[in-house]
């Protein structure tokens, strides 16, 4: 059954589903078109401010922030994940496997730890750890099925939003961001630090590592070939006073006083400081840190950088369609759909207070496939399940917890993100599609299940 899950959702991938930014800019041509079939006036008028809508939602100070965070969110994982320290962790637990069962298991648990603490981290880090595992085989000469080890690391994908860099709890966790004067600032208490999240990124690690190691047992798999050790990012730099002061550690001790004390002055002003900005900050400072001077963390910063495209262009085009959205009458109508299908499920006896939230997450898991993008899915997604659930009464950290679930579930049938593991271990993503497709499926019940426990 797995083999021919694999294939099809291959299959229907190459056939159906287009390259983000193609479908972004579909997106945004059908939401102006709804747009202005929908408004009120002559065609003219309708057009006019269907246009205004877009170019001000595409330009909007707040997206284009919320971009910049976001790009930072994976470079700055990426360089953590690469630094010596933490690539040095990775090749001694790697070191440590020595059967396929055990690569695969052991790749599944190192992603999807890495990811609750950053989702960055978590992809680039769990490539690392795929491509030592496969050296480790291939010096000791046991066999492993490659493409599984690498869905197992795409496994982060799987937890990576219910983690402690999830776009939308941390983008509504800050202070001034663009829903505030509908929902408020909702502390990380109450989304991703509550204790049904905590729960299932417990189960979550327990069990689909259990799975993985299920399905290597069935693989015979084969011994890679021993390869060169690939180039790290950091460099010496220049020699005299310019190289000194790059590789000083002075500079590192400098800027981590400054922002631990800038982090303090804001927990003594508002009480907490896990936001997206806190976030980005911490990482910041530990991959300096981890790479001990500028040099090195600079070189892992431009390499990390060549992943950020996609967020760069599509952002502001998710923005755009929000604009198009709030200019129109289309964000009431799809938060009036959204509440009806909702009191439709309670009409064959589930509560209004589960039907919604699950209604956001198979929303959030289909929308998923074709904008691959929490932060810019939250973008489009957002005004409209708030709205909804604010006409039901529905609390809102569960609603954001339902469609953090769903975002993060389908990205095991979406490839976008699959890109930066390809490149780190070689693997086409459509070898991992089948496999992961397969975990997203059995994952199912504990998602289900702790939804139903928010």
């Not at 962790?89 to 690569?103: E, H, K």
């Not at 490659?146 to 197992?152: C, I, M, T």
Request: some cysteine; charged content about 10%.
């Amino acid at each position: 059954m797995i083999p021919l899950l694999g294939r099809a959702t291959s299959r229907f991938a190459r056939r159906w589903i287009p390259d983000p930014l193609a479908f972004a800019i579909l997106l945004t041509g059908v939401s102006f078109v709804a747009t202005v079939a929908t408004g009120s006036g002559s065609f003219g008028s309708r057009s006019s401010v269907a246009l205004g809508s877009w170019y001000g939602g595409l330009w909007e100070a707040d997206g284009l922030a919320f971009a910049l965070q976001m790009c930072l969110i994976l470079v700055t994982g990426h360089a953590l994940a690469v630094s010596p320290p933490v690539r040095r962790g990775l090749r001694a637990a790697a070191s440590r496997v020595r059967t396929g069962t055990g690569a695969a298991a052991a790749t599944a648990v190192v992603s999807i730890a890495l990811a609750y603490v950053h989702w960055g981290l978590g992809l680039v880090g769990g490539g690392v750890f795929a491509r030592e595992v496969r050296a480790a085989a291939a010096r000791r000469g046991f066999a492993i099925d490659l493409p599984l080890v690498v869905a197992s690391a795409y496994l982060s994908l799987l937890v990576w939003h219910g983690g402690l860099s999830g776009s939308a709890p941390l983008l509504v966790a800050t202070p001034g961001h663009f829903l505030e004067d509908r929902m408020g600032v909702l502390p990380l208490t109450a989304t991703i630090l509550s204790p049904a999240n905590l729960v299932l990124c417990v189960a979550l690690l327990l069990a689909l590592p259990l799975l993985v190691a299920r399905l290597a047992r069935g693989s015979p798999g084969e011994v890679p070939a021993i390869e060169d050790e690939p180039e790290s990012a950091a460099t010496e730099g220049e020699g005299g006073p310019a190289g000194a002061i790059d590789r000083s550690p002075l500079l590192v001790v400098l800027f981590l006083a400054l922002a631990l004390g800038a982090l303090a002055v804001r927990v003594g002003e508002r009480g907490a400081a896990l936001d997206l900005n806190s976030i980005n900050l911490l990482f910041l400072v530990a991959g300096l840190v981890a790479h001990g001077g500028a040099r090195g963390y600079a070189a892992a910063v431009a390499e990390g950088a060549r992943g950020v495209g996609g967020i760069v262009v599509q952002f502001p085009l998710y923005f755009g369609i929000r604009g198009l959205l709030e200019g129109g009458v289309l964000l009431g109508a799809a938060a009036d759909a959204c509440a009806a299908g909702a009191q439709r499920l309670a009409g064959i006896g589930i509560p209004v207070t589960a039907a919604f939230p699950l209604l956001v997450f198979f929303l959030a898991a289909l929308v998923n496939v074709f904008i691959p993008s929490g932060g810019g899915q939250w973008v489009v997604q957002g005004p409209i399940v708030v709205e909804a659930a604010k006409a039901l009464a529905v609390p809102l950290p569960k609603v954001v917890l339902a469609f953090a679930y769903g975002d993060e579930w389908t990205n095991m049938v979406q490839p976008f993100w699959a890109l930066a593991l390809v490149g780190l271990t070689g693997v086409s993503a459509r070898a991992i599609l089948g496999t992961s497709a397969a975990l997203m499926l059995l994952s199912l019940p504990l998602f289900l299940l702790a939804i139903a426990l928010l």
